[in-house]
């Protein structure tokens, strides 16, 4: 079976780097220390239904490939010894239309033990494709209130949810994107009273007219702190002959607040004032004359580490 344009683009980086072995590699090779295992090897079809394709280059003969659909490697869906080398093809009813890993023992005929890696493949056409990692996904553990999770660069139009557990027995959210914009909700994550820190949870997406996807499991590291300061805290005034006025309320004594600009040139203004109760006004010489926006971090008292920063657009001078 030729690999499709479609199957070569699921083709990832190997999981598992090592040392390049040459042509007169011994005998007994060390396969603890180096590894020939080669995800890129690999190119999956997942089809609907059961007719799925696993197509492996450059096998040799009495080569011994073992692949399992868990990271356990009990659930073991094929096994052979290559006979010829060359391609091998392999026609499989066990993938899951969502998408998901293959696990793999590989061992090459010249050494002495087998390597394992890993292999994602894509969803089959009806489903979703899964979040690949949690670099989209940002949550804020919020002492004594709701936690905030954030979805940047969401796909347009598709529903993500946020599950408390891997059987999606309690949905703690959903939200449909109506745009590209990061999307901002509130979310009451299960907490870990014993180390202060929400447990784990798992998100899906679902495009139109396709199905729920796989769930990506998703665990914050950020302790837990205050609430980020919102737009309504902060009020700019940009007047045209006098200083212009950066005022923040509801803070707390002791309070750092560092206000920046968001545009060329970016040293115009850089400060750090620390408040000396609930409310802090900051005094500029001169804003841009044009409405432009700032960033404000709020970085409270008791500390925190990672406090979030707000983008506020302020009006032109009048």
């Given at each position: 079976?030729?690999?499709?344009?479609?199957?070569?683009?699921s083709?990832?980086?190997?999981?598992?780097?090592?040392?390049?072995?040459?042509?007169?590699?011994?005998?007994?090779?060390?396969?603890d220390?180096?590894?020939?295992?080669?995800?890129g090897?690999?190119a999956?079809?997942?089809?609907?239904g059961?007719k799925?394709?696993i197509t492996?280059?450059?096998?040799?003969a009495?080569?011994?490939?073992?692949?399992y659909?868990?990271?356990?490697?009990?659930?073991?869906?094929y096994?052979?010894?290559?006979?010829?080398?060359?391609?091998?093809k392999i026609?499989?009813?066990?993938?899951?239309?969502?998408?998901?890993n293959?696990?793999?023992?590989?061992?090459k005929?010249?050494l002495q033990s087998?390597?394992?890696?890993?292999?994602?493949y894509?969803?089959?056409?009806?489903?979703t494709?899964?979040?690949?990692?949690a670099?989209t996904?940002?949550l804020?553990?919020?002492?004594?209130?709701?936690?905030?999770?954030?979805?940047?660069k969401p796909i347009?139009?598709a529903?993500?949810?946020v599950?408390?557990?891997?059987?999606?027995?309690k949905?703690?959210?959903?939200?449909?994107?109506?745009?590209?914009?990061?999307l901002?909700?509130s979310?009451?994550v299960p907490?870990?009273?014993?180390?202060h820190?929400?447990q784990t949870?798992?998100?899906?997406?679902?495009?139109?007219?396709?199905?729920?996807?796989?769930?990506l499991?998703?665990?914050?590291?950020?302790?837990e702190?205050l609430?980020p300061?919102?737009a309504?805290?902060?009020?700019?005034?940009?007047n045209?002959d006098?200083?212009?006025?950066?005022?923040?309320?509801?803070?707390?004594?002791?309070?750092?607040?560092?206000?920046?600009?968001?545009?060329a040139?970016?040293?115009?203004?850089?400060?750090?004032r620390?408040?000396?109760?609930?409310?802090?006004?900051?005094?500029?010489?001169?804003?841009?004359?044009?409405?432009?926006t700032l960033e404000?971090?709020?970085?409270?008292?008791?500390?925190?580490?990672?406090?979030?920063?707000?983008?506020?657009?302020?009006?032109?001078?009048?």
């Open positions: 079976m030729a690999i499709s344009k479609w199957a070569k683009l083709l990832v980086a190997p999981v598992l780097v090592g040392a390049t072995f040459a042509l007169n590699q011994p005998d007994k090779a060390d396969a220390s180096d590894t020939n295992f080669d995800a090897a690999f999956i079809l997942n089809n609907n059961t799925d394709y492996i280059g450059d096998v040799s009495k080569d011994r490939i073992d692949i659909t868990d990271r356990a490697m009990k659930k073991k869906i096994s052979t010894t290559v006979k010829t080398t060359g391609v091998l026609k499989t009813a066990k993938l899951s239309d969502r998408g998901g293959l696990y793999v023992k590989y061992k005929s010249w087998a390597d394992t890696g890993v292999v994602p894509v969803a089959s056409p009806t489903y494709p899964a979040l690949q990692n670099s996904l940002e804020t553990n919020i002492k004594n209130g709701k936690d905030l999770l954030e979805i940047s347009k139009g529903t993500y949810r599950y408390e557990d891997a059987k999606k027995k949905r703690l959210l959903q939200v449909t994107a109506k745009s590209t914009a990061t901002s909700r979310i009451e907490k870990d009273y014993s180390l820190m929400p949870v798992y998100v899906s997406v679902q495009e139109k007219g396709k199905k729920e996807s796989a769930l499991d998703y665990t914050s590291v950020d302790p702190g609430a300061l919102k309504s805290q902060v009020t700019v005034t940009n045209k006098y200083a212009d006025v950066i005022k923040i309320t509801g803070i707390q004594s002791n309070d750092m607040i560092t206000v920046r600009s968001t545009t040139p970016f040293h115009t203004y850089v400060l750090d620390k408040s000396k109760g609930s409310t802090l006004s900051i005094y500029v010489d001169q804003l841009s004359k044009q409405g432009k404000i971090i709020h970085t409270p008292a008791l500390g925190t580490s990672n406090p979030k920063s707000l983008k506020v657009k302020y009006a032109a001078e009048k």
